[in-house]
């Protein structure tokens, strides 16, 4: 299995702003997936820049396939073009967000994906899906054909990514014995999680939150506390943290407590 982390920015750096500070989230990642067993050579970093931190070398992709209307969108072209030009192995890759950590072994015998080109994470609050996090194979070339060039055609400013795969899917253009639904576990997003939390399978496998924000929709016992205060310290409706002790070391040495 590969591990696929996506970013293409106009700037052609890792932009640090008042959301997200992304040179030390792609950092933090690729320390993250080490500390976690992850062989080098399958950790693939998707840049249109250069780029190397502790062995990792970026991907250099051209400034084309950035989604000026959607910048959240601009993984799905980046991984259409890997797709199309034979950039890939074959292999099951896992693509998942800066902000989306890994907290405990993925194995890929455990997704039960041998009879799907792909594996999906919903939000699990609602019945929309989350692209945050997601699993294909190279058999899924002619869907992110589709799903690029429907992105670029429907040009939708916000979530156009999740917006146009629920389309697609609800239509049956990608037939449901393409895909799988994943437990929340791989995707354990900061919202509703009083909601999601008693469906993820234990030890949660990837959280997906930014530390700086407040959490949405009863997340915290008061609502001044930040995702990481919900997601490190407790401060959730369970009153125990979602990350494991290692993953809090890995943000601490990342300077985030």
């Known amino acids: 299995m590969k591990n696929l982390l996506v970013y293409i920015n106009p700037t052609k750096r890792f932009n640090a702003n008042c959301r997200y500070n992304y040179d030390q989230m792609a950092r933090l990642q690729i320390d993250n997936s080490l500390d976690l067993g992850w062989s080098k050579k399958d950790i693939v970093l998707v840049t249109n820049f250069k780029y190397e931190y502790n062995g990792i070398k970026s991907i250099v992709v051209g400034d084309d ?39 405990a072994e993925i194995k890929e015998e455990d997704l039960e994906l041998d009879t799907v080109d792909l594996g999906l994470t919903m939000y699990g609050y609602n019945g929309y899906w989350n692209c945050g996090v997601f699993f294909f194979k190279l058999n899924s070339k002619d869907i992110f054909e589709l799903f690029a060039s429907e992105i670029f055609r ?65 997340c915290s016992r008061l609502m ?30 990342h300077d985030i407590k």
């Not at 239509?171 to 929340?184: H, Q």
């Not at 995702?227 to 943000?251: Q, V």
Request: include cysteine; proline fraction near 6%.
């Open 224 to 253: 001044d506390y930040t995702n990481l205060d919900a997601f490190m310290y407790g401060n959730n409706l369970t009153g125990k943290p979602f990350m494991s002790e290692r993953l809090i070391r890995i943000f601490r040495e």
């Open 154 to 218: 429907k040009r939708i400013p916000t979530r156009c990514d999740e917006k146009v795969l629920h389309r697609l899917t609800v239509s049956e253009v990608i037939s449901a014995d393409r895909y799988k639904t994943l437990n929340p576990t791989y995707n354990f997003n900061y919202k509703y999680t009083y909601i999601t939390y008693p469906l993820a399978t234990k030890p949660l496998k990837v959280l997906h939150f930014n530390p700086s924000e407040i959490p949405r929709g009863s």
């Open 65 to 103: 396939l950035y989604t000026e209307f959607d910048k959240t969108s601009a993984k799905i072209p980046v991984i259409d073009y890997l797709l199309c030009n034979d950039m890939l192995e074959n292999e099951l890759y896992w693509y998942h967000d800066f902000d989306a950590y890994q907290d």
